[in-house]
């Protein structure tokens, strides 16, 4: 058996292209052009790559981009001044402050003082408290990436077995409460997971979220799932021969000779949590606006 390589740059495309042309509709039929602020503090290289590319493909699409760069010993009570002008802003309908943030800012503060309905990174507690309940919220960029790619490759999810292996706030935890919502029965493995590898090996879907180089490998999958792979690690060239490449969690060549599908890394889930965060700041216009929100583009 050979997987199915899960091609999230298409997907993540399709999404964006699928995002541009509601905004235009939005547009044309109401006047709407949605608008997203993304604040960014302090010069972390990789920060302002994301951040570059968050500004372009906002304006691809044909919404509003608004950018804040603040420098590092930017003061806690400027940037909170900041983030309270861009929730009394009509013109601005998501928000997001670039993680992670210069040590002396409290994150959890930060991030808390963002409008929930504006907070398109799915990160303040209202929102995480909303999800957990099964109510409307608005839902972390990752997981809910991951979730499309889910529905696309296998329709229905209600009754499939899925193990997560990560339980961090920005995707495990999250990625949990959205395949509980689509009637999957979940468990969450992490370092104290007894015999991981058995648990894993129950899944029909398997999201690796954990932070470390290749873990999962092809004698952890069940024949036949179904696997995300959300790492990005970087390996130091001295591993590589002198050359470094980035790796998932998941032991790709191995473990594609067992799965039935997989994503890639790069490639695979990367792309859609840009397309998904613009796919948030267009379905919080229709909510700010009491409009239809945009179908398939929502959990």
């Known amino acids: 058996m050979t997987a199915e390589i899960i091609d999230g740059k298409a997907f993540a495309a399709d999404v964006r292209g699928r995002v541009a042309e509601h905004v235009a509709r939005l547009k044309e039929e109401n006047g709407i052009t949605p608008g997203l602020a993304v604040v960014l503090v302090g010069e972390d290289p990789a920060s302002q790559v994301y951040v570059r590319s968050k500004g372009r493909l906002t304006v691809e699409v044909g919404m509003k981009s608004f950018e804040h760069r603040l420098p590092a010993e930017t003061p806690e009570e400027e940037l909170l001044a900041l983030i309270e002008r861009l929730n009394a802003d009509p013109e601005v309908n998501g928000i997001l402050v670039q993680l992670p943030l210069p040590k002396h800012l409290h994150e959890d503060l930060i991030i ?39 529905r696309e490759q296998l329709g229905s999810l209600s009754g499939r077995e899925a193990v997560v292996i990560g339980r961090s706030n920005i995707v495990g935890k999250p990625m949990a409460q959205l395949l509980l919502r689509d009637s999957c029965t979940v468990t969450i493995a992490h370092s104290r997971t007894r015999d991981i590898e058995e648990v894993v090996r129950r899944a029909d879907i398997v999201v690796a979220a954990v932070g470390r180089p290749e873990m999962v490998t092809a004698d952890w999958i069940k024949p036949g799932a179904t696997v995300i792979d959300v790492g990005i690690n970087r390996l130091a060239p001295e591993e590589e021969g002198g050359k470094g490449r980035l790796v998932g969690d998941v032991d790709f060549d191995g473990v594609k000779a067992v799965a039935g599908a997989i994503t890639p890394v790069p490639g695979g889930v990367g792309p859609m949590t840009i397309a998904c965060l613009l796919a948030n700041t267009l379905t919080a216009t229709c909510r700010a606006h009491a409009l239809e929100e945009p179908e398939g583009l929502t959990a």
Do not use: E, W, Y
């Not at 808390?112 to 408290?129: E, L, R, T």
């Open 112 to 150: 808390n003082a963002i409008d929930p309905a504006k907070d398109v990174d799915g990160f303040h507690i209202s929102n995480v408290g909303l999800l957990a309940t099964g109510q409307k919220a608005m839902v972390p960029c990752t997981p809910l990436g991951c979730l499309m790619l889910l």
